[in-house]
């Protein structure tokens, strides 16, 4: 079989770098989400470009798939080599190989994680601000174009990739954009491979855009009557121009959730957390002002703070959320979903959800980003009942649905992987064979990730 | 000859939409920069997107070449039809469609101006930001990924246009992006036509971001004994975080050329200008803040204010630059120049492009949007002096080797065209090959611009 003659020369050419233990497979064959396990045929762990280029070259001459795997929390089984052969794991190429303090870049291997790559840049002064629940990789936040609770403030990871090293498909490595701050120098190849989930070219460096750490931080919390008036509290904020750093909508299912698991004594109501960056005297009058808002809107008491504890807390809370909601479901897989829409429908568009899934058997407590009109139900479904997983499915289906009506997208940040597949022809029309003909030109056997993002033949 | 089938059918199918004027043809000929002129066999203009597509399936019926042209003010010679064929010429489609305020964006036709768009605008309390010194087209903007005075605060046109919908090379129409703030959903292909020049697709739908006109607006400029101290200082106000808007640089030359058309009373010395958005508070604080970095950098006295006249006489300079330059020496074509470098090489580029212009024999004033590092020198040649036409060219291949050398981009916003294809080897390397791949994907044919950024063969 080609993929095995490919896994033999990979093992005679990189040696201990080719790993086939079950455990290695077993490890690489699963999910954050309800997508069925599926083994690779190998793991490989290099340490550096030249690697990644030498086993692209093998797997291309024999035909073998190249899956990327940063540490596996995508959730739409973005990592999964559904169709076999290696999987290629940048664990060992996780170094910070460059901070530019005054030009606020960083150079890093694709492996760091982001939380990690925060504690070596706080000496600076600077850190990077783009910050999934999980503590994904940079290679894979790059990937899926991430982005979290701070990018209503500082952008996702579109915003926040200056360059790239990429290894092609045929072996060839690139690299696209430079660490000036613009260029009109030709087609966005660096825009391109964000996003592209693994299927254009694998990542093997990255400079990232960083930002100052603010003079001064203040965040709160509070709660509303309803689900309309805290998104009518947050549009008008953003209307308001009140600089929001992040600003995150918690539903009252969610919020018990967070009492099950971290015992805090918020009222099972939905609510809004949110922050200010910017001197001292400008985060207290922002938060003043938002308290405003929220009380025209009638939320609250705003209780809000500067002090960094009660910040932690607060944050460690949001960005637990995942975790937390499962305990709302003991064993419960979760489908993710993440739809994404123009801030004047959010209200709407929240509100359809919940009634929907109040009519669902299946629990799926909403939080989102929601100063980018971004929110996820986490749908969780009892492992092997058929009935609740197309219950979900439905559910989820539908909220496509939803997103695509009102002028948004099916997903503002997790990407396609398989999960969101059905919905590209929906959202992108003659759009998606776009992407189909550049995918075939720059990786036309096929090799990279294959099975995602690009209609199958 | 196939491009005179494609006409005769063109002005049968289209009408007068085709002129074959002689004045058509010379005004479609030339551009502003020190190209030769070269006329095209016909200019189109179209009044809807469905006739865009029914000439694009035409011309490529025929291999008819087909450029785009907004308001031909690039620079680099992107809208000239060197290979002939086709002008489309967007003027005709110059429509705001669609306002929406709640979300902040804009649905516009190609052909509209960014000052247009600004009036139409002025009611609603928000602005489009990218300004150009020329008052360019949407489309053409897009296409050459500008930028201008207020990038350092707002983004280049990378960050402000949120959809498209683009005529393919084969007459499909396609829309890319969404009115969601952000998405995941495959390929970023608005970012991809964004910066394209007309060579993979003609954009014929834009959707915009839109920004809130600042609550108060303060700006300024000082004189600085000395380029360096003039850069240092923006630097350390970056690194400060002073949250500036605008923050220009003029050299000593420029402000004698706004002295001959303006009659300011600036100093021959390097300047810098800059504003402040933000509330009354904080651009005043931040307007104080900045001059103590200008004295501790030997500039100043900072002179600022929050009158609006004061602060349209101080940008209406600024804008008007490129032709009070050309004063210098009057009849003189321009050859634009614009690097752009990480900041922390930003001094030593200019020191060392100012030294270099002093060398040689012609004038090159130099002004730069300094903020993200990119700058200009406007090289002034006599028409047909064959030897200031090298010295300029030799001057700019130097400052693309120098903007290389110090880890930046041969062009920080205008573009490739014809005048910068030679340096995209060196910018890119593989990679110029890649964008190769990708222009023989979507446009086989190699109808659209043709010549144009990508490698000839
Ligand atoms: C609890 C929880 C909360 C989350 N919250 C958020 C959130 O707020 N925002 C958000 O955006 N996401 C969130 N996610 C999703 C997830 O964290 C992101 O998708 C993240 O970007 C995945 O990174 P990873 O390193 O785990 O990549 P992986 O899952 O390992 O891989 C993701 C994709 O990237 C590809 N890939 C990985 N490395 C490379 C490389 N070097 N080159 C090319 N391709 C590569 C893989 O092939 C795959 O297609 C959350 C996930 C969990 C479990
Ligand atoms: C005095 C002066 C100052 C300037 N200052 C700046 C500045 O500060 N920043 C900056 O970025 N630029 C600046 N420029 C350059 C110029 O204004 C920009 O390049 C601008 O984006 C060109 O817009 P246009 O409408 O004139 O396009 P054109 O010159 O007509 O066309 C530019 C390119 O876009 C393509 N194109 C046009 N319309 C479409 C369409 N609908 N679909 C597909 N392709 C299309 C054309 O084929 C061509 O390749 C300046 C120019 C001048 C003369």
Chains 1, 2 share one sequence.
Not at 75 to 97: N, P
Request: net charge negative; aromatic share 4%.
């Amino acid at each position: 079989m080609t993929i095995h003659t490919a896994l033999d020369e990979l093992s005679e050419v990189l040696g201990d770098r080719l790993s086939r233990s079950e455990s290695d497979l077993a490890l690489h064959g699963r999910s954050e989400a309800h997508f069925p396990e599926t083994l690779p045929d190998g793991v490989l762990y290099p340490d550096s470009t030249e690697q990644v280029a030498t086993a692209v070259r093998i797997c291309a001459t024999h035909g073998c798939p190249i899956t990327g795997w940063g540490v596996g929390t995508s959730l739409e089984g973005h990592a999964l080599a559904t169709k076999g052969g290696v999987v290629m794991d940048f664990s060992r190429m996780d170094k910070v190989v460059e901070i530019n303090a005054e030009d606020m870049d960083v150079r890093v291997q694709p492996g760091v994680t982001r939380s990690r790559l925060n504690e070596e840049l706080r000496a600076t002064g600077l850190f990077f601000s783009v910050d999934p629940g999980a503590d994904a990789t940079i290679g894979g936040m790059a990937a899926t174009r991430a982005s979290g609770t701070t990018a209503v403030r500082y952008g996702t990871m579109r915003d926040n990739v200056r360059a790239l090293e990429v290894v092609m498909a045929d072996g060839r490595v690139i690299r696209t954009g430079s660490r000036a701050r613009k260029s009109s120098a030709g087609y966005d190849l660096t825009g391109l491979f964000v996003g592209s989930e693994g299927t254009l070219g694998l990542i093997t460096e990255l400079t990232l855009r960083l930002w100052g750490q603010p003079e001064a931080v203040s965040a709160g919390v509070c709660a509303f009557p309803d689900i309309g008036s805290a998104v009518d509290c947050v549009i008008e904020t953003i209307q308001l121009g009140i600089p929001l750093a992040r600003i995150e909508f918690i539903d009252a299912e969610c919020v018990r959730a967070f009492k099950m698991s971290s015992g805090t004594d918020m009222e099972e109501k939905p609510h809004l957390m949110v922050e200010f960056h910017g001197s001292e005297t400008a985060v207290a009058e922002e938060a003043a002002r938002f308290g405003e808002v929220v009380a025209e809107h009638r939320g609250g008491p705003f209780h809000w703070s500067a002090k960094p504890e009660e910040r932690t807390k607060l944050w460690k809370m949001r960005h637990e959320a995942a975790y937390s909601m499962r305990a709302l479901k003991p064993g419960a897989v979760m489908m993710a979903t993440d739809i994404c829409v123009p801030i004047s429908r959010l209200a709407e568009a929240v509100e359809e959800t919940t009634a929907d899934i109040a009519a669902s058997p299946i629990p799926g407590p909403i939080l989102g980003h929601v100063g980018d009109g971004n929110f996820h139900a986490t749908l969780l479904i009892e492992p092997g009942n058929a009935a609740e997983m197309k219950a979900a499915k439905d559910l989820a289906a539908r909220m496509a649905d939803r997103a695509l009506r009102m002028g948004g997208t099916v997903t503002g940040e997790h990407g396609i992987g398989l999960g969101k597949l059905d919905y590209m022809e929906a959202e992108h029309g003659d759009g998606w064979s776009v992407m189909g003909d550049i995918k075939r030109a720059l990786d036309p056997g096929g090799l990279l990730n294959p099975g995602k993002l690009i209609r199958s033949n």
